[in-house]
Structures are given as C-alpha cells and as structure tokens.
C-alpha cells in the first residue's frame, strides 16, 4: 500500500477517510474522493507528492482547510459540485504548480481569496454556476497564463474587475447565462489572445465596450440572448479574424452597424428572432466570405438589401417566419453558390424573382406556409441541382410551371394543402429522380396525370385528404419502386385501378376512412411485399378478394369500422406472418373463418363491439402466438371455445360487455400467462369456472 500512486474512494465515511489516509502514502499522485464528508481529514495534509486531487460531488463539504499548501505539487484541483462549500483557504495562492482549478457547481461559494492572483501558473480557471459569487478578486489580473475562464451560470456576477485586461494570455472568456452582468470593463480590448468571447444569456448587459474592436484575434462573439442590447459597437468592423457572430435572440437589437461590412473573415452571422430589426445595411455584401446568414424570425425585416448578391461564399440563407417580407431582390441569382434558401412561414411574401433560376447550386427550397404566393417563376425548372422543393400550406398558388419537369435532380416535392391546385403538369412524369411526392390535403385536386407512372424511382405517394380524387390513373402500376401508397379519407375516390398487383415493392397501402371504395381489385394479392393493410372506416366496403391470402408478407390487416363486411375470406388463414387483426367496430360481421387458426404468427384479434358476431371459430385455439384477445362489448356472443385454453401465450382477454356470455370455458384455468381478465358488464354471466384459480399470473381482474 505504501506505493500506491492512485487511490479513488467512493461512498467512504469521513471515519474511514481519515483513518485510511493516515497512513502516509507517500508516492500517492492521484486521489479522488466522493463522500459526504464536511471537511477534509487532517491526516490529508501528509500528502504533500499529490498532483491531483479530485473532491466531486461531495454534497456536505463546507470548506478547503489551510494545509492544502502543503501539496506544492499540485496541478489539478477539482472541487466540482460541491453545492454547500463556501469557503477556500487564503493558501490557496502557495500552490505554485497548479494549473487546472475546478470549481464548478459550489452554488454556495461566494468569492475567491485574492491569493489566487499568486498562482502564476494557473492555466484554467472553471467557476460555471458558482450563483453566489458577485464578484472577482483584482489580483485575477496577475495571472499571466490563464487561457480559459469559464463563468457561464455565475447569475450573481455583476461586473468583471478592471484587472482582467491584464491576463494577456486568455483564449476563452465564458460568461454565459451571467443575468446581472450590465456592462464590462474597458480593459476588456487589452486581451489581444481571446480567441471566443461567449455572452450568450447576458439578458441585462446593455452595451460592448467600444475597446472590443481592439481583440484582432477574436474569432467567436456569441450574443445570444441578450435581450437589453439595443445597439453594437462601430468598432466592430475592427474584428478581422471574426468569423462567427451570434446574435440569436437579440430581440431589442434594432440595427447593425455599416462597419459590420469589414469583418472580411465572417463566415456566419446569425440573427434569427431579431424582432426589432426592420433593415440590413448595405454593407452586407461586402462579406465576401459569410457562408450563413441566418434570420429566422426577424419578423419585422421588411427587405434585403440588392448589395446581397455580392455575398458570392453564401451557401445558406434563412428567412423562415420573417413575416414582413414581400419581396426579395433580383440580384438574389447572382448566389451562384447558394445551396439552401429557407422561406418557411413568409406569409406575405408575394413572388419569388425570375432571376432565382440562375442559383444553379440551389439544392433545398422551401417555401412551405408562404400564404400569400399564387404562382411560381417559369425559370424554376433552370435550378438543375435542385433535390427538395418544399411548398406545403401555399394555399393560395394555384398551378405548378410546366418548367419543374426539367429539374432532373429533384428527389422530394412537397405540395402539402394547397387549397386552390385542381391538376398537375402532365411534364411531371419527367422527375426521374424524384421519390416523395406529398400531396396531402389537397382537397381541390381532381387527378393525377396519367405521366405519373413514369417516376420509376417514386417510393412515397401521399394523397391523403385528396377529398376530390375519384379515381387513379391505371399508369400507377408501373411505379416499381413504390413503397408507400397513402390515401387516407380519400372520401370521393371509388376504386383501385387493376394495374396497382404490379407494384410489386409496394410495402404500405392505407385507404382508411375511403368512404366510396365498395370492392378492392383482385389483383391486390400480387402486392408480394405489403405488410400494412390499413382499411379502417371504409364503411361501404363489402368484402376483401379471396385474393388477398396471397400477400405472404402481411402483418397489419385493419378492417376496423368496416361497417359493410358480413363475413371474411377463408383465405385469411393463409396470412402466415400476419400479427395484428384489426375488426372493432365491424358491425355486421357474422363470424371468423374456420382458417383464421393457421395464422401461427398472429398475437392480437380486435374484435370489440363485432354485435352481429354469436360464436367463435374451435381452431382459435391454435393460435399459439396469440397475446391480446378483446371481445369487448360483443353483446351476442354467447360463449368461448374450450380451445381458449390452448393458447399458452394469451396476456389480455377483455369480455367487458358480453352480455350474452352466461358461463366460461374450464379450460380458461390453463391459460398460465394471462395478467389481464376484464368480465365487467357481462350481467349474464353466472358463475366463474373453478379452475381461474391456476392462472398463478393473473395480476389485474374486473
């Protein structure tokens, strides 16, 4: 034990601590203790070979006893998330070689020895959400070779000392989150290493020094979030190697200076939730190195200035919610490098310029809930590069430009509710590329062009709540490589054309709530790879195709609400990997196939409120994987079959409401996993059979 060098306790008394370590490891380098333990042991001070010591969470430590002098060789000091210390020694200046001091999370600490200024060493000062601190020694000033300080959380913080200039090594100054910061010092321009000034969540700091434009080597200014900031520095210009300035949420910030134009090296400026900003200067486009100018939610930016067409580096642009836009410049298609431009939410803007066509790099366009634009320009389809168009809830722009058939490159066009579009080009066969086509809610649109077919590499068709769409083009079937077909409460549409068994990749199809569809197209037992049939609501639905036994890969079949269906094909039975069997609700349904016990694979039957059905199939209880079986309010089914009590697997068996039910199988007592019997409402039912006392499982009944 004598050589130990490191040694971690966890858990260990303040009794043991003291014992243990009394016994004078001298070679120990490295001790970390966590313990609740109100001061340290005095057998510590023998430790004088210590380069590090770590004393984390160590929730009832009130204080750092004088003789930590005595470990002259410490480096690293870590007294993290020590929330009730609130004292440290004056010594604290004699430890000559420490370099890291970690005092991050000690919220009851409320200030620092002015030895500390004596640690000429010190390289890391860590003081984040220390909330009792107000303020910092002048002597922090001496410390020649500090290069982070980290204050972020230090709530109670109200001003940084003078001194601070002094430190012309630091590379990191952290003042995050510091609420009652109102100003800083002027010495703040000495620091000609600081590297990231970070002031995110300073929300009373009202104004930057006018020194600031002294940091030539400044390269990140976070301002985010602060909130009483109403104007910058002119000296900001001064920031040559600047190249990120945040200033996201600066909602009183109501202009930037022209000097922003010189900070040559800035490659992102964000703006995004500036309210109070109405203009740019027109210096912008003299940043001839911005990749992203990002001005989400400036909802009171009414232009852009024409000298943005000169940011020729720009590769993103966001204007999403800037809801007093009406127009953009022309000189927006000289971005000849743009890539992505984000008009999300831009509820007045009118049109987009023709020029935009000459964005040749343009890959994502999104002007989804753009309220306020009725057509698109006609060199929309120049943007050869172009992958997602975006123009959900556009509900006024009424046609799509012939043009969109040349974008070649497009992968995802999103149309979501647009109220006023009734067709689309027949040019939009020629998207080779394209894989999403989003339609959804377009209630006005009457077909799709029978060109459709030709998007070989479609993969997802989205026309739910296409209310007007009464019928398919029979090209859909030469989608090969569609996957999924929605067409939820496609209320007019009345059938499937025959051509949709060549989809053969088709793996979804959803006609829930399709009022008008009476019959499905036999050849829905092509579809090899369908796995989700969803049928729910299609209330005039009378039968499925004995067909669709051959759909080997099924596994969600829901005919829930069909109110129509009387009876289900014998072929069910050859649904091998179907799981889930959806009927609630099917009101006129009589009674289950004798097959439905080869579906091996099945594990719920939802057959809630089936009135018309009086019995089950003898073959239910061969379904061996079956878990959930709900009968609920089958108000004529008048009983179980014995076979019940072969399916081993069953967890949940609801009768609730059979109330024709007078008495149940013996056999229920060999179900030995079922947690879940629900009897309440079966006003008929007599007596409980003798044998539910062997389901040994058994944890909820009513």
């Known amino acids: 034990m004598k050589e130990l060098r490191i040694l971690i306790m966890e858990g260990a008394t303040e009794t043991f601590i003291e014992s243990f370590l009394g016994q004078h490891f001298r070679k120990l380098k490295w001790l970390n203790i966590t313990s609740h333990m109100q001061q340290l042991p005095e057998s510590m001070q023998h430790l004088v070979g210590l380069t590090i010591l770590q004393l984390q969470d160590c929730q009832n430590l009130l204080f750092i006893p004088e003789f930590i002098k005595n470990m002259t060789l410490l480096m690293h000091l870590d007294i993290y998330n020590c929330p009730l210390l609130n004292l440290l020694p004056t010594t604290l200046g004699d430890l000559k070689h420490l370099t890291d001091l970690m005092l991050k999370g000690c919220g009851n600490l409320k200030e620092l020895p002015q030895s500390i200024g004596n640690i000429s060493s010190l390289s890391i000062l860590d003081l984040s959400s220390c909330k009792s601190i107000a303020s910092l020694p002048t002597t922090l000033g001496e410390l020649k070779d500090l290069t982070k300080l980290l204050l972020e959380g230090c709530e109670n913080l109200k001003e940084l000392p003078q001194s601070i200039g002094n430190i012309s090594s630091l590379s990191i100054l952290d003042l995050s989150s510091c609420k009652s910061i109102e100003s800083l010092p002027t010495t703040l321009g000495n620091l000609k290493h600081l590297i990231k000034l970070l002031l995110e969540g300073c929300k009373n700091l009202k104004e930057l020094p006018q020194s600031i434009g002294n940091i030539s080597s400044l390269s990140i200014l976070d301002l985010s979030s602060c909130k009483s900031i109403e104007s910058l520095p002119t000296t900001l210009g001064d920031l040559k190697h600047l190249t990120e300035l945040k200033l996201k949420r600066c909602e009183n910030l109501k202009e930037l200076p022209q000097s922003i134009g010189n900070i040559s090296s800035l490659s992102t400026l964000d703006l995004s939730l500036c309210e109070s900003i109405e203009s740019l200067p027109t210096t912008l486009g003299d940043l001839k190195h911005l990749t992203k100018l990002l001005l989400q939610g400036c909802e009171n930016l009414k232009e852009l200035p024409q000298s943005i067409g000169n940011i020729s580096s720009l590769l993103i642009l966001d204007l999403s919610w800037c809801e007093s836009i009406q127009s953009l410049p022309t000189t927006l298609g000289a971005l000849k490098n743009l890539t992505k431009l984000l008009f999300y939410g831009c509820e007045n803007l009118k049109e987009l310029p023709q020029s935009i066509g000459n964005i040749s790099s343009l890959s994502i366009l999104d002007l989804s809930s753009c309220e ?162 969803l049928l729910e609501g299609c209330k005039n639905l009378k039968e499925l195709p004995q067909s669709i036994g051959n759909i080997s890969s099924l596994s969600i079949l829901d005919l829930s609400s069909c109110k129509s269906i009387e009876s289900i094909p014998t072929a069910l039975g050859d649904l091998k990997h179907l799981t889930i069997l959806m009927l609630k609700r099917c009101e006129n349904l009589k009674e289950l196939p004798q097959s439905i016990g080869n579906i091996s694979s099945l594990s719920l039957l939802e057959l809630s409120f089936c009135y018309s059905i009086e019995s089950l199939p003898t073959t239910l209880g061969d379904l061996k994987h079956l878990t959930d079986l709900n009968l609920e309010g089958c108000i004529n089914l008048k009983e179980l079959p014995q076979g019940i009590g072969n399916i081993s697997s069953l967890s949940i068996l609801d009768l609730s409401s059979c109330k024709s039910i007078e008495s149940l199988p013996t056999t229920l007592g060999d179900l030995k996993h079922l947690t879940v019997l629900m009897l309440k409402g079966c006003e008929n039912l007599k007596e409980l059979p003798q044998s539910i006392g062997n389901i040994s499982s058994l944890s909820i009944f009513y």
């Open 372 to 533: 306020s634009i009725e057509s698109l320009p006609t060199t929309l389809g120049d943007l050869k590069h172009l992958t997602d168009l975006n123009l959900d809830g556009c509900i006024n722009l009424k046609e799509l430009p012939q043009s969109i058939g040349n974008i070649s490159s497009l992968s995802i066009l999103y149309l979501s509710y647009w109220k006023s579009i009734e067709s689309l080009p027949t040019t939009l066969g020629n998207l080779k590329h394209l894989t999403e086509l989003k339609l959804e809610g377009c209630e006005n649109l009457k077909e799709l062009p029978q060109s459709i077919g030709s998007i070989s590499s479609l993969s997802t068709l989205d026309l739910s709540y296409c209310k007007s769409i009464e019928s398919l083009p029979t090209t859909l079937g030469d989608l090969n490589h569609l996957t999924k077909l929605l067409l939820e409460e496609c209320a007019n549409l009345k059938e499937l054309p025959q051509s949709i068994g060549n989809i053969s990749s088709l793996s979804i199809l959803d006609l829930s709530l399709c009022y008008s569809i009476e019959s499905l197209p036999t050849t829905l037992g092509d579809l090899k790879h369908l796995t989700k049939l």
